[in-house]
């Protein structure tokens, strides 16, 4: 049982390179979320989904496009890479259950992203 | 709106209490949580504690929560140096999946 596990851990792009970035969980979790992390300003929603086939849009979603093709999966694109979106990127799942729950949030262990 | 808030750093010697404050907005937040990043890791869920409850305990950690000033706080009693890391308070509003997160506080334990 991994967990959640994201790909790549670290990745250094050009301004305007696009990429993907990879979530999977094993848990059969029907919610997952993409966080970003920068200093000082703790963690920002990016987008997230509530079940396979279904993408919203977080706090901070601008130039960030999202995929949810499998259940188990979760992807983040950036289409036209900038500077602003170098960052720490953190995927979470939960599960759906809900009632009195306390819905803990499983985390991956992070992707490093820097645009030159 | 939506701001969960938090001291940045906060220094304690190695055997002391360390107490770490959160303030947050939503008052109707069902279940506030902490969660423990350590280095070059994602986070871990540490403790929560549920909107009808004013205190928890669990081992070392204590959570205090006053809803009537939205002020959450987690003591570590007898803090360790593997303690140094950065916690983050989060609330849950009802009604939503999303969590709202606070800017983190760097504890640093000193030998």
């Known amino acids: 049982n991994a967990g959640v596990t994201q790909t790549p851990k670290f990745r250094v792009l050009k301004t305007g390179q696009s990429m993907t970035l990879l979530c999977a969980q094993d848990?059969?979790?029907?919610?997952m979320y993409w966080y970003r992390q920068d200093p000082g300003m703790g963690l920002r929603l990016i987008h997230y989904?509530?079940?396979?086939?279904?993408?919203a849009k977080g706090e901070v979603p601008d130039g960030y496009n999202v995929s949810r093709l499998k259940k188990q999966n979760f992807l983040l694109g950036l289409e036209s890479a900038a500077p602003s979106q170098t960052s720490v990127y953190f995927c979470?799942?939960?599960?759906?259950?809900?009632?009195?729950?306390?819905?803990?949030?499983?985390f991956g262990p992070g992707t490093r992203l820097t645009v030159l | 709106g939506e701001d969960v808030e938090q001291s940045l750093f906060l220094s304690v010697r190695e055997g002391d209490s360390s107490v770490i404050n959160c303030t947050y907005t939503?008052?109707?937040?069902?279940?506030l949580y902490w969660y423990k990043q350590e280095p070059g890791a994602g986070l871990q869920l540490l403790t929560y504690?549920?909107?009808?409850?004013d205190m928890k305990q669990d081992q070392r950690l204590t959570v205090l929560l006053n809803k009537k000033d939205k002020h959450l706080s987690l003591r570590i009693a007898d803090t360790q140096t593997g303690d140094s890391a950065i916690y983050f308070c989060?609330?849950?509003?009802?009604?939503?999946?999303?969590?709202?997160f606070g800017t983190g506080t760097r504890l640093k334990v000193l030998a």
């Open positions: 979470a799942s939960r599960t759906g259950t809900s009632g009195g729950a306390y819905n803990e949030q499983f």
């Open positions: 848990m059969n979790h029907e919610y």
């Open positions: 989904s509530v079940g396979e086939g279904t993408t």
């Open positions: 939503d008052s109707s937040s069902t279940y």
């Open positions: 504690i549920f909107s009808n409850m």
């Open positions: 989060a609330e849950r509003p009802p009604g939503t999946y999303k969590y709202i």
